[in-house]
């Protein structure tokens, strides 16, 4: 008897655990009249961390520019950071945190497409603009919201570009999905699986998984049982570098990895400490900017980063960079800190030369942003495709396990 | 035969996985099988024993086969001096205070580990985890696993002696049965509850320890692990630690096997089935008798 109360007991504090609450931390500013103050919610903490560190990263780069040059209507600029933890509760009520209690005009974030998909509706109610710098599911953008703008490039670009390079790469049969079970693993399934069929290859195995689990040997298992000539993964960076290790332990050999980015294509990736090290190499994955990219300005923008951090940045710091240069220049450009005025301004936005290329956003708030492919080659990201951009020859057939 | 291979193949990795999750779920069975503590701070606990043995590694160059046992005494120490300070005034009182004090206490140490560290998460790159033993063509076990596993049977093998047959283990038991009567025996109740509450916390920080080379770590990684450490106590019959080390062991191929079969994003969802089943089901246990 005694028994079956305490295993009770256990189950009511399972109950407990899973709606466990945790407040959110930010940084507040004090709120003075020579100030403007931009919203930011992004994943300092959490499983997705290292992406929101790269945020701060590069908006803080921003930052520094923008009041170098004098601030905004002769302001100084401030960014007001929220951390949503790396859960989407978190990030709607920094929506709340933000526009609330702080007032702020426009908000930069989230950092990923689950999280940012949750604040659209809120954003949306309390009436101010949202720029996306990195959520790729294409789903935050199909809301009808007339608040919401992306910089990135999303989930169906994504899976068009590696359809693309794969066809002029020998044309494979057969391709298996990996995806990691939020927005945006499902988003850039969804699209990979549209754009695979159309392109006449047969996606012969999709595989959903839960992130932040120590083992996925029984999935690739599965995968290595239908062998695929391409894997295409949507993956965040811890299960990016477990999913590779174990790959190897598993023995899965195709011909392709291909990947949506984010883990496959964060700087810590190809790094033994923070990702997959060796076995990172020969992967694919589609790029939104490398450090060599041929806009004017990132060369500059990587000295700087590898100033203030140490280390090269990947896709996301810029896109954050370019986010709040972006919203800068609306601001500006709206001559006021009217949320309305922002978001008209956002809509008319034509900036012709940025470091992240042309930014300019159609009706649907969308700015049209071309995608590349990466190999990693000798620890390094690589440029392979499109050709006029490539730096390196892609390696293929990936070499197999044995062989490395 | 393709088909037999990859079924052995996921039942021997279930097996290895189920060997950690066997020392984390013995300890479990330890505080809240026999002592009757709802203890939700286990997985917070490994995860302190993760953090300990990464820093041995970083700091002092010492392998993570190695370091688990200054994890081991670490916890063991924070263990004993929990119960001491924060448990023992709370004991015979209601269970949820327990539960909400250990779930305070969990959220404590997950926050000052963030605190301390940052919510960044590390890993280290054995040079081991490249090896690979081929059985055949068609089986292959990953060296730091199995390692792991031989470990962790070890010491499962010595938890069980200290449980049923030393005089510590003798009493802690004879304390679940009876709470009065222990004392009237001679038995030093916070004494050996403290202990007990030590070596159960220290058996989660060597699982944390070894499950460092194969996997990574950040402050909330632990949460998982309490859950999944409640589940193979019920699994195994409370107070049973044998059980609740063949529970780990049956978890790690059940997940294993679904995530073969049904795919990866059932694996977490079969758990929960199998908790609910067996409790409702068979609330003693799958595994022995209800025995104390």
Redesign the interface.
């Known amino acids: 008897m005694?028994?079956?109360?305490?295993?009770?007991?256990?189950?009511?504090?399972?109950a407990?655990?899973l709606t466990?609450c945790?407040g959110g931390v930010s940084q507040k500013g004090e709120g003075s009249r020579n100030k403007i103050k931009i919203g930011t919610i992004t994943s300092?903490?959490?499983?997705n961390?290292?992406f929101g560190?790269a945020h701060k990263n590069g908006y803080a780069i921003a930052l520094d520019e923008l009041n170098s040059r004098g601030g905004l209507l002769g302001k100084t600029v401030e960014l007001d950071y929220y951390d949503d933890?790396s859960r989407p509760d978190q990030a709607v009520q920094g929506v709340s945190k933000l526009v609330d209690l702080d007032n702020v005009p426009i908000i930069l974030g989230a950092y990923s497409s689950e999280n940012t998909r949750a604040i659209v509706p809120a954003v949306t109610q309390k009436q101010v603009p949202l720029l996306m710098p990195t959520a790729t599911a294409d789903n935050v953008m199909e809301t009808g919201s007339p608040w919401t703008f992306r910089i990135c490039a999303g989930s169906g670009a994504y899976a068009t570009a590696t359809v693309a390079f794969l066809k002029g790469m020998g044309a494979p049969k057969t391709m298996a999905i990996i995806y990691e079970?939020t927005n945006f693993g499902q988003s850039n399934a969804q699209a990979m699986q549209a754009a695979a069929k159309q392109a006449g290859i047969e996606v012969v195995d999709t595989?959903?998984?839960?992130a932040?689990?120590?083992?996925?040997?029984?999935?690739l298992?599965?995968v290595?049982?239908r062998s695929p000539a391409v894997i295409y993964f949507a993956s965040y960076l811890?299960d990016a570098?477990?999913l590779m290790?174990q790959a190897?332990?598993?023995?899965l050999n195709p011909a392709y990895y291909t990947s949506a980015g984010t883990g496959f294509a964060a700087a810590e990736f190809p790094t033994?400490?923070?990702g997959a090290?060796?076995?990172a190499e020969y992967t694919f994955s589609v790029s939104q900017w490398l450090p060599s990219a041929k806009w004017k300005g990132s060369k500059e923008f990587d000295d700087k980063y590898v100033q203030r951090t140490g280390s090269h940045p990947a896709y996301h710091a810029i896109e954050a960079y370019i986010t709040l240069l972006a919203a800068a220049e609306a601001i500006k450009k709206a001559n006021s800190t009217d949320p309305k005025a922002i978001r008209d301004a956002l809509k008319q936005l034509d900036m012709p030369e940025t470091t992240f290329g042309p930014i300019r956003f159609d009706p649907k708030g969308q700015n049209q942003h071309p995608v590349l492919i990466t190999q990693v080659q000798g620890g390094q990201y690589k440029v392979v495709w499109p050709a006029d951009a490539a730096e390196s020859k892609p390696i293929i057939p990936t070499p197999p396990w044995t062989k490395r | 035969m393709e088909r037999f291979f990859s079924a052995l193949q996921a039942i021997l990795n279930g097996v290895l996985t189920g060997s950690l999750y066997a020392l984390i779920g013995m300890g479990m069975a330890l505080i809240f099988g026999v002592m009757r503590i709802v203890n939700f701070a286990h997985g917070a606990f490994m995860m302190v024993g993760m953090y300990v043995t990464y820093l041995l590694f970083q700091g002092a160059g010492l392998n993570p086969y190695f370091g688990f046992i200054g994890s081991a005494m670490f916890l063991f120490l924070l263990g004993y001096l929990f119960y001491r300070g924060l448990l023992k005034p709370i004991r015979g009182r209601s269970d949820f205070m327990q539960i909400l004090l250990t779930l305070g206490f969990g959220l404590i140490l997950t926050d000052g580990i963030q605190l301390l560290f940052g919510a960044d998460y590390h890993q280290i790159n054995l040079p081991l985890l490249g090896k690979n033993l081929r059985l055949g063509s068609q089986i292959s076990l990953n060296a730091p696993w199995l390692i792991s596993f031989g470990i962790a049977l070890m010491l499962g093998a010595l938890l069980y002696f200290f449980v049923m047959h030393t005089m510590l283990g003798r009493a802690a038991r004879a304390i679940a049965q009876n709470r009065y009567a222990a004392p009237l025996m001679g038995i030093n109740v916070d004494r050996v509850q403290a202990l007990s509450f030590g070596i159960g916390v220290a058996a989660a920080g060597v699982a944390g320890g070894l499950l460092l080379p194969v996997f990574y770590l950040y402050p909330t990684v632990g949460d998982q692990f309490t859950l999944k450490a409640f589940v193979m106590v019920v699994l195994g019959g409370m107070g049973s630690i044998q059980g609740a080390a063949m529970a780990g062991l049956v978890l790690g191929v059940v997940e294993n096997l679904t995530s073969l079969y049904w795919g990866n994003e059932w694996a977490l969802a079969v758990d929960f089935v199998i908790f609910l089943s067996v409790l409702s089901l068979r609330p003693s246990g799958i595994f022995g008798s209800q025995r104390v």
């Open positions: 005694r028994s079956a109360h305490a295993s009770s007991a256990a189950v009511l504090a399972c407990l655990a466990g945790q300092l903490t959490g499983s961390a290292a560190q933890q079970n595989e959903a998984y839960q932040s689990t120590p083992d996925y040997k029984a999935l298992q599965r290595k049982a811890l570098s477990t290790r190897e332990q598993v023995g033994p400490d923070k090290g060796r076995n």
